[in-house]
């Protein structure tokens, strides 16, 4: 029967034994229900307000559209020029409803042209023609949502529609989910994130015309290091925003929602970011794909596999602070083979004294085959005299 397993780490960190004082955060926050400030490279909450109270996304929906889109394209399913062809039904129903690619029938758009549309325009339609150019229809689509919600631990959350559209409440999602998707997005698919996100501008030359695409992301081009990730806004659901923005091996992933005019939204943004780097500081402890543990393995070629990060790890804490740094590792344990390099196994735990822990994913850092005979008798030897 598998168990948590849980030990400390030990690692060279010059610090105090000083409790953090948490910085106050930005007043441009006040107005704004729902906010959540996560650092990745820690897993550490910066600032939070109602994370885990589900809210209508409107078109923050469209990160989870992308998202299964990306996982398609990454195990080869999807490719980025697939022709896509709009059903006339979609587009009596889409053409021009909200923000809009003005897809016809008349038009082929590649999968590229469809992402591009969803992520920088915030394309209504081009989320419809993928979802049913791909899945055969809008349930199938939302049915992948819904499982890679579930697969990323995202508990809280329902997908109904891709694009956002108003439906009674029956799409929702948390902030804290919410970041969990941004993690993943940003983490799995770098070069996809990187091709489709944080843009300003894109053309589509279609049957319609020309449409000169424009972002609505507040932070891109004015606050440093920001790429990503969407806007979204419905009369029911607010102006709501998921961003990050990286500087120096830090990434922060930030979620506002239910503002109530897209200037606090858009203050309230850039403020955040700005007071996460400036008002809190990282103190390095592993570089990405560094083992830091060993968790032990039953019935494999090996008795142990090394435990890496997928990012730079790092402990955050306010600026100036020497409080002490502890870390922890967990897994279910043992761990039972085979194993594939790159599986999730289990997490480090870090705690800065006087703050919430942080929680970073750990991965396998090697292959680990099933025992054979001569394995078992190997690694019956080594228990026996260890």
């Known amino acids: 029967m598998k168990s948590i397993v849980s030990f400390g780490l030990a690692v060279a960190v010059t610090a105090g034994a000083a409790h953090a004082v948490v910085p106050s955060p930005p007043a441009e926050l006040a107005p704004i229900p729902v906010s959540l400030l996560v650092d990745l490279g820690s897993g550490q909450v910066l600032e939070q307000r109602h994370p885990d109270t589900p809210f209508l996304p409107a078109s923050v929906t469209k990160v989870m559209t992308a998202f299964v889109a990306f996982e398609e394209i990454s195990a080869g399913r999807l490719p980025l020029d697939r022709v896509f062809a709009e059903r006339p039904e979609t587009e009596k129903e889409w053409f021009a409803k909200g923000t809009n690619m003005y897809l016809t029938v008349h038009d082929r758009p590649t999968t590229r042209d469809l992402l591009h549309g969803i992520m920088t325009q915030s394309a209504n339609d081009a989320c419809v023609v993928l979802a049913e150019g791909y899945a055969g229809s809008v349930q199938a689509w939302t049915g992948k949502m819904n499982d890679a919600a579930r697969r990323l631990g995202m508990t809280r959350s329902h997908y109904n529609t891709p694009n956002g559209w108003m439906d009674e409440g029956q799409t929702y999602v948390t902030a804290r989910d919410m970041v969990k998707l941004a993690d993943a ?115 494999g070629a090996d008795l142990s596999v090394p435990l890496v990060a997928n990012r730079e790890v790092h402990a955050t804490m306010p600026s100036g602070s020497k409080a002490k740094v502890t870390l922890a590792v967990h897994y279910k344990g043992p761990l039972m083979a085979p194993i594939r390099k790159g599986d999730e196994v289990g997490e480090l735990e870090i705690r800065v004294q006087g703050l919430a822990p942080g929680r970073v994913p750990l991965f396998a850092g090697r292959d680990v085959g099933k025992a054979g005979p001569l394995d078992r008798l190997r690694n019956g030897l080594i228990n026996l005299f260890s």
Do not use: C
């Open 185 to 299: 997005m940003i983490t799995r698919y770098p070069d996809l994130y990187r091709e489709f996100s944080g843009h300003k501008h894109w053309y589509w030359h279609g049957h319609a015309g020309d449409v000169a695409m424009r972002s609505h992301d507040p932070t891109v081009g004015v606050v440093p290091g920001a790429d990503g990730i969407k806007t979204g806004y419905t009369r029911e659901a607010g102006y709501n925003f998921v961003g990050t923005a990286e500087r120096e091996g830090r990434r922060l992933v930030m979620v506002l929602a239910g503002s109530p005019t897209t200037p606090v939204r858009d203050a309230a943004a850039r403020a955040l970011l700005e007071w996460g780097f400036s008002a809190w500081t990282a103190r390095h402890l592993f570089d990405k794909g560094q083992p830091l543990a060993e968790a032990q393995v039953q019935d």
